[in-house]
């Protein structure tokens, strides 16, 4: 191979001598011309607007699909990128027409705003002045720009900042320094200036403090200062920035933030089917797809290589002549549509190491013929050590997928399915390339969740059935064995309740599994209402979905032939279908129990909140772990809380141990949601609580089975529905609700808003888990 190789370079050596001859005799040749300009893309000012729409809102030109609001007139594509012309300023001022906010830049990707500050001042510790800053964009059709970072400058002062409402995990940012003469130019890393970069979507809001309030500083450095904007706007100048008493004024009218935008939520391909709304219809236009931080957001148009213009009015985009514009060529330009050729004149030939550029042709050439003869066995050579190099790469490709394929247990595998009798046949084995192709070659717009077992992708297979691909981070071959049972008795898995394992793939580094798709996302968001998606959630949905989870643990507790013990049952890890049906997912950390067994010692993982206090302290995993664990999800079903909720106070963090002393106490309507409170029976509530008690109970013996807990959950779907308005005579009811002066009047004033201080969970197919080095706090 080694004397192949060498023999190529010096072939290689000898074509280019005679390249170099100058003898090529094309005489024309294509190059293709970008427009990238993204602020200069309108050949002419009738495409700006729609005809009778005013263009400009004092200096800021609006251009389709924006529209300055007039009466009598719909000038823009969309509501939502209606712009608000102010007209009593001088000049006029552009607004979103949804906010406040101040448009003075608008581009073919982007919007600029002006700046909303934080700021906090202080006269000798005092403070005399300052404010936060917020902005949502939510149903408009824009997003922050990954272009903005976040900026903290001063001497004694910090920054959090908020990407969602009531998160509890902000971003922050601390600038510090003794003195102003300590601050460099140009150096944001935390002496006298901060700044990091952001993920936000449609929401932020930032909050700025103080250490000391300025008083250890000198007397010129008496306000903080933070805000959100465009990076390459933004140069720190060191001690004179934190010395200006104009700073503030100063950066809100020099640094903007950035807004993405798109036409409107949909792809390219679904926006296409309704032509009378769709946004990309006119020539030589193109519609992209647009995503911010991996999120689909909706869909753009633009011009086509080699046209320009506006590619939301008519006529759309023209083609650029080249030949008036730039262009490569010495001799003759030929412009054609989209592009431009160039052409010799006679006597010349096109030069092929520089485009359009034409050498005269020598009249000492060697014959044609003997240089074609030259170059033909110079290619046919090449070609066929090129064949050579293929098939010995294509020879090494197939022996790494086989050596793959014996690392990952496939002669396991198949001599299982073999020796009985070929039960296993359903247990399909993809390829590496069909999975590599579902998912795009692992697109980081496919992924659906990552944790610390792997990473999960949306997969679409060749007969367009979509499906979850599960990718392995690392590879322990210590647990191979384990791995093939886990694919054997996942696919005897036969349930409506759980995720259905279709295949697998082991002709890889790391092994892959492909699972069902479920649409609908997880549990978690549905619960928490995040983005408002639990309006379905009644009680009876509630009892449904708990009774379809503890049904599939039973089933895998005692219905397979060898009992399945899921170890990290959690909302995350239910997931919801279009129809609303349960499902559970995710068997990273699960484990087998062989038949002689009924526990087994593994390294304890799982997730905070939903850790059998048991298990933490024995090591020894059991089916009663899986009950602890659905305790915890059935009490987030009837109380809309989380398990972990540290902006809390201290006795309510733990969601169990708040539970059982609620209960205790005859409290518990203070934590059952209260739209529940509204729609089940006393009796209904009383038995589920007292449920979740047994499943929350420290002894994993004094706890109920799985089939023992879905046998009474279907029980307490039948339960008559009477309101818990009509019952408040009863002595029962008074004991639920514990000894309070005015029970009737507070019964329905619980404000549902305080029991969501959501921290977002992990995406769907989520396999999030965690080796805990604290027990949680055992319920009492």
């Known amino acids: ?86 007209y009593s300023t001088n000049p006029p001022k552009a607004f979103i027409k949804t906010g406040n906010l101040e448009v003075y830049d608008i581009s073919n990707t982007k919007l600029r705003i002006l700046n909303l500050m934080a ?68 150096d944001c890393t935390g002496t006298g200036c901060c700044q990091i970069s952001v993920n936000l979507q449609q929401y932020f809001q930032l909050r700025l403090g103080s250490f000391s309030n300025h008083t250890n500083l000198s007397s010129s450095n008496n306000c903080g200062y933070s805000f959100l904007g465009e990076r390459s706007r933004f140069k720190f100048q060191g001690k004179s920035d934190l010395d200006d008493p104009n700073f503030l004024n100063r950066t809100m009218a020099n640094v903007p933030i950035v807004l993405d935008w798109v036409i409107e939520n949909k792809t390219c391909s679904e926006a296409s089917k309704d032509l009378d709304s769709y946004a990309c219809i006119h020539p030589n236009s193109d519609c992209i797809n647009n995503y911010h931080s991996g999120v689909f957001q909706g869909y753009r148009c633009t011009c086509k290589n080699g046209y320009k213009g506006n590619p939301y009015l008519s006529p759309g985009c023209e083609d650029i002549n080249e030949c008036e514009e730039r262009n490569s060529c010495e001799h003759d330009c030929i412009n054609t549509p989209g592009n431009y050729s160039c052409s010799c004149r006679p006597g010349y030939y096109a030069d092929v190491d520089e485009f359009g550029k034409c050498i005269p042709k020598s009249s000492k050439s060697q014959p044609i013929k003997l240089i074609l003869g030259m170059v033909f066995g110079c290619l046919s050579i090449i070609i066929g050590m090129n064949w050579l190099y293929c098939f010995n790469r294509k020879r090494q490709h197939t022996q790494q997928r086989e050596k793959y394929f014996h690392q990952n247990g496939g002669l396991l595998l198949r001599q299982q399915s073999t020796s009985e009798g070929g039960a296993m046949e359903s247990t399909k084995h993809f390829t590496y390339e069909e999975l590599k192709k579902a998912t795009n070659n692992y697109a980081s717009d496919r992924i659906l969740g990552q944790g610390g077992y792997g990473v999960v992708y949306k997969g679409i297979l060749p ?11 690392i590879l322990d071959k210590t647990q191979v064995e384990q791995f093939i049972n886990e694919v054997k008795i996942l696919t005897q898995v036969k349930h409506k309740n759980v995720v259905k394992l279709l295949g697998c793939c082991l002709q890889c580094e790391v092994p892959m599994l492909v699972y069902e798709f479920v649409s609908n996302g997880t549990l978690f968001h549905h619960v928490h209402n995040v983005d408002g998606a639990g309006s379905w959630l009644s009680l009876e949905n509630r009892l449904r979905i708990a009774a379809e989870s503890s049904g599939a643990l039973a089933y895998l507790h005692s219905a397979v032939s060898i009992p399945i013990i899921h170890r990290d049952v959690k909302l995350a890890n239910i997931l919801v279908d279009d129809n609303h049906v349960a499902k559970i997912a995710d068997f990273g950390a699960s484990r087998l129990i062989p038949m002689d067994q009924t526990e087994v010692t593994t390294l304890v993982q799982g997730t905070l909140g939903y850790l059998d206090p048991e298990y933490f302290y024995t090591g020894q995993l059991t089916e009663k772990s899986d009950v602890y664990s659905f305790g915890v999800v059935f009490a987030e079903l009837l109380t809309g809380r989380q398990p972990i909720c540290m902006a809390n106070p201290q006795e309510e963090r733990n969601l169990a141990t708040y539970f059982v002393t609620s209960l205790k106490e005859n409290r518990l309507f203070q934590i059952i949601e209260p739209r529940l409170l509204k729609e089940g029976t006393l009796d209904q509530l009383q038995k589920a609580s007292k449920l979740v008690k047994r499943c929350l109970n420290l002894s994993g013996e004094e706890r109920p089975t799985m089939k023992e807990v879905t046998m009474e959950i279907e029980g307490l779907r039948k339960l008559a529905k009477h309101p818990w308005a009509n019952q408040h005579g009863d002595e029962d009811t008074t004991s639920l609700l514990g000894h309070t002066e005015n029970q009737h009047s507070d019964l329905y004033e619980i404000q549902p808003s305080s029991y969501h201080n959501i921290v977002k969970d992990s995406e769907p197919y989520s396999s999030s888990t965690i080796s805990l080095l604290h027990p949680p706090t055992s319920p009492r």
């Open 463 to 473: 007969d367009e059935r979509v499906v979850a691909i599960k990718k392995s981070k």
């Open 1 to 86: 191979m080694q004397l192949l190789l060498l023999l190529l370079l010096a072939l290689q050596h000898f074509c280019s001598g005679l390249k170099a001859q100058k003898l090529i005799t094309t005489v024309t040749f294509n190059v293709t011309y970008n427009i990238t300009d993204d602020n200069h893309s309108i050949l002419n000012a009738e495409t700006i607007t729609k005809p009778g729409c005013p263009k400009k809102c004092g200096n800021l030109t609006v251009t389709y699909p924006f529209g300055i609001i007039s009466e009598g007139l719909s000038c823009s594509k969309d509501p939502s990128l209606d712009i608000t012309c102010n």
């Open 119 to 186: 700021s906090r001042c202080y006269d000798s510790g005092v403070l005399t002045g300052g404010q936060n800053s917020r902005t949502r964009l939510r149903g408009t059709s824009y997003m922050f720009s990954n272009a903005n970072v976040l900026t903290v400058v001063g001497c004694d002062d910090y920054a959090y900042l908020y990407n969602a409402p009531n998160t509890t995990l902000p971003k922050g940012c601390l600038s510090t320094c003794q003195h102003t003469e300590q601050a460099l130019e140009d």
